[in-house]
């Protein structure tokens, strides 16, 4: 009887490189075992397409059959294809391990590596006997490297007892074994680690080190604890970044005192170092469990740190020393003159938020340069009270920094309790800087005192025109109806930021703004589209049927931004009645505009947004298209 395959089993030998490709994605996809010599054959092809489809079809038939047919092309001479029957045997090889295994006692090295390289990603208890023989038996060191690599991948803990006695191996296959171990993550491999610890050489010893951090199990803790004594300075200080990164830093206060007594000596030692990583960990302990008596010695390092080079190790520090808290070291730093020293306390200080470092700001606030007075004054801008208000009027009456001013400003602005503090701050209105004149403003706002108001409404008729402005956005936020008088009568003001500043006063009132309209809505016609703008927003915020009919006018407005802002009101209260109106003005609009339009209809919905925006679908602007068709998907979405 004829084979049904044979002309697929032919197509495989022929010299036709698409037939062949065709062929073995054909025999691949059927699972035919018969066609496996021939594809082995193929995986040797100079044509990537067919090596691609050879292997393809091997993957997919896989079994013992093509893991015995593979394993001849380890030897090949052409490293491509010794790669390919690699890979595709480390993704198989477990469906026939028996084959696999006398390749280990092949004479050539390479082969024997390439197995245990294999065998890694073979999952099975087989795989991990043999790669555990390979470890101690084979006669090259490469080969038991390899095994030590493979048996870390396979990560099975009952690898851990031939591991460890890898570790009698040379220096380069116990790298292998730590990192094997660590792997593995059992505690069987943690316990393991902990007592190589005293036989291994330096380099060793650190990478178990490492790598017991790197688990983190807590079990381990112990051990590590009992390998602190008699172990060189450099492996101890790892010792101690391990103890951190498992505990996680948070966890260490749970450990009982003698023993954090015990680490937070090794941590202070640990300051010493010139690993950043060890100085990292060493730092991050200090804040679960540091003392006064800490802060000297992380102080003493953090001066030391070059700023710009070192930032993270450097804000690390300055962590540390906040942690621990406000004490005598950091008290005397303030005091230094080495600014570095005054500069890392005032960072601490400034994580602490504790009033303790006032009077000591306070203190060394005139010595020390005008960065950090800057520094200072913004802390005890935040920190102090009614009894710092002495020190904030010296700043006023003698600073002529901006910086500090602002900072003493917000002070005064969070003391509304102190007395006499509103013709210091209110004097300040009238700064030279600009941003002097705003937190001064600000700060009066929060003061609000009736006092500030009739010193606002008493400045609300200054014949300048930013010292008006500014007076009635602050009557503003005091109170329209105690100050509707004066608010009104800015609305017909000669300078146009005040004349918008009065009509923006009205949107603290909210939907009650509506009663004032008789005096707002002449500015509608106002000569500055900014004002105009601050109306149609106002209007869009009360937005009932009585102010309807002036943001359908505002659709007209010459200036864009202003049909945009009235555009964006009728969008957001879904005014149905506006569609059509709406719908007109895409005939001449601009594309920003029209994509304003596209989005409020979107948001109004209803079949006749909707049929226009079908219409749009088709606009020559992809951009456009695009809105539309989202706004199409909101109105479908709000039917569902």
Known sequence: MENPHAALLEALQSGDNDAIRDAAFSVGDMGLQEAVPMLCENIKSPSVGVQEAAEYALRKIRGPQVVVSLLPLLRSDEAPVRNVAMDILREIGSDSIESIQPYLQNDDVDLRIFITDILGYCRTHQACLLLCRALLK???????????????????????????????????????????????KDYSAASALVKLLSQASPLVSSAIVDALGDMGDVKSIPLLFSSLENVREALRHKIVKAIVQILNGRALPLLAAKSQERLRTYLLDALTDNDEDVLMAALQGLSSIGTDSCSKAVIDMGAALDRERQDELYEATVRAIAA????DAVREALHSDEEQRVLLAMDACHLMADHSCVADLKAVFWKVSPELQRMAA????????????PFFVTV??????????????????????????????FAQIDHRYVDVREMALEACINLHSPKLNQLFRERAQSEDPMQRMMAIYALGRYSITENLDVITAALEDASPRTRQVAVEAFLNLGPQAEEYLPSLLPRLADEDKDVRLAVVDLLGQICTPAVLPYILEALGDEN???????????????????????????ETSSPMVTLKIIEALGKIGGNVAFSVLLGMMDHEDTEIQHAAAEAVATIQAEQE
């Open 138 to 184: 084979d006669p090259e060191v490469n080969v038991r490297y390899q095994a030590a690599v493979s048996l870390g991948n396979l990560a099975f803990p009952e690898a851990v007892n031939s591991l460890c006695q890898a570790m009698h191996d040379e220096e380069w296959v116990q790298f292998a074994v730590v990192e094997a171990l660590a792997k593995i």
């Open 324 to 327: 621990i808290g406000f004490n």
């Open 378 to 389: 913004a802390d005890l801008a935040q920190l102090g009270n009614c009894e710092d208000a």
């Open 396 to 425: 006023m009456n003698d600073s002529e920094d901006p910086e500090t001013l602002k900072s003493a400003l917000v002070f005064f602005g969070n003391q509304p309790s102190c007395p006499d503090v509103e013709d210091l701050v």
């Open 560 to 586: 864009e931004w202003v049909r945009i802002r009235a555009i964006e009101a009728l969008g957001i209260h879904r005014i149905a009645d506006a569609v059509p109106l709406l719908a007109q003005m895409l």
